[in-house]
């Protein structure tokens, strides 16, 4: 197993911000991504999370972003992965729009924001990753996957950010899971892909969350 990446201690008060925020991430992955994103922020290029939801990992980004005079950009269509929806697993009534009967956790992520004091270092975009990497025409410092589960998904969010990851930037997976037993595969695989392609090099790993450094092109 690859070391764990070492970077400057949280603040309290972020940490206390990330650990009362609506969402799934635990505490030593998201110590691993504040890490990861300080070191990214170096590069002096924005950090791009794919999988907003309510913003808990957010305000790790945006910490490291802050701290280096960049940008956090987080990237969501607010309505809901696969397992967030009514009669799975992830569910949460609290972010249903009930005039319109569909999650939106837009306003939630708002609010996490504004409670942990990071609203001026984060570009929050609403829409499907896909679209919105097509669009996309600068070069990032940190690719953080952690959208949809699904192989569409994962693949798309893949092969639409991943070829923006700058020269020695890092790329960030959620949930891979090798052993099926523990959870879905569609992470694990597109984690696979990167090292096979020859182009990252894993760095660390902290339970489900892993870390590449690009060493080179392709994906």
């Given at each position: 197993?690859?070391?764990?990446?070492?970077?400057?201690?949280?603040?309290?008060?972020?940490?206390?911000?990330?650990?009362?925020?609506?969402?799934f991430?635990?505490?030593?992955?998201?110590?691993?991504?504040?890490?990861?994103?300080?070191e990214?922020?170096?590069?002096?290029?924005?950090?791009?999370e794919?999988?907003?939801?309510?913003?808990?990992?957010?305000?790790?980004?945006?910490?490291?972003?802050?701290?280096?005079?960049?940008?956090?950009?987080?990237?969501d269509?607010?309505r809901?992965?696969?397992?967030?929806?009514?009669?799975?697993?992830?569910?949460?009534?609290?972010?249903?729009?009930?005039?319109?009967?569909?999650?939106?956790?837009?306003?939630?992520?708002?609010?996490?924001?504004?409670?942990?004091?990071l609203?001026?270092?984060?570009?929050?975009?609403?829409?499907?990753?896909?679209?919105?990497?097509?669009?996309?025409?600068?070069?990032?410092?940190?690719?953080?996957?952690?959208?949809?589960?699904?192989?569409?998904?994962?693949?798309?969010?893949?092969?639409?950010?991943?070829?923006?990851?700058?020269?020695?930037?890092?790329?960030?997976?959620?949930?891979?899971?090798?052993?099926?037993?523990d959870?879905?595969?569609?992470?694990y695989?597109?984690?696979?892909?990167?090292?096979k392609?020859?182009?990252?090099?894993?760095?660390?790993?902290?339970?489900?969350?892993?870390?590449?450094?690009?060493?080179g092109?392709?994906?």
């Amino acid at each position: 197993m690859a070391p764990r990446p070492t970077g400057p201690e949280v603040p309290p008060e972020v940490l206390a911000a990330f650990e009362a925020a609506k969402g799934f991430m635990p505490a030593d992955e998201g110590l691993a991504l504040h890490a990861a994103a300080t070191e990214a922020a170096a590069l002096g290029l924005p950090l791009l999370e794919v999988g907003t939801y309510c913003g808990r990992s957010t305000i790790l980004l945006a910490d490291a972003a802050r701290t280096a005079g960049v940008s956090a950009v987080t990237v969501d269509h607010h309505r809901g992965s696969e397992e967030q929806q009514p009669g799975w697993e992830y569910h949460d009534p609290t972010v249903v729009d009930s005039e319109v009967g569909l999650m939106d956790t837009l306003p939630t992520f708002r609010r996490t924001l504004h409670l942990a004091g990071l609203e001026d270092h984060v570009i929050a975009v609403v829409g499907r990753s896909p679209a919105v990497a097509r669009v996309w025409g600068g070069p990032l410092g940190l690719v953080f996957i952690d959208g949809g589960h699904t192989d569409e998904h994962a693949t798309a969010d893949y092969e639409g950010w991943v070829p923006h990851l700058a020269e020695g930037g890092l790329l960030v997976i959620h949930d891979v899971f090798p052993d099926p037993a523990d959870g879905g595969q569609a992470p694990y695989r597109i984690h696979q892909r990167a090292l096979k392609s020859g182009a990252f090099d894993e760095i660390s790993v902290t339970n489900s969350l892993r870390v590449l450094r690009r060493t080179g092109s392709g994906i």
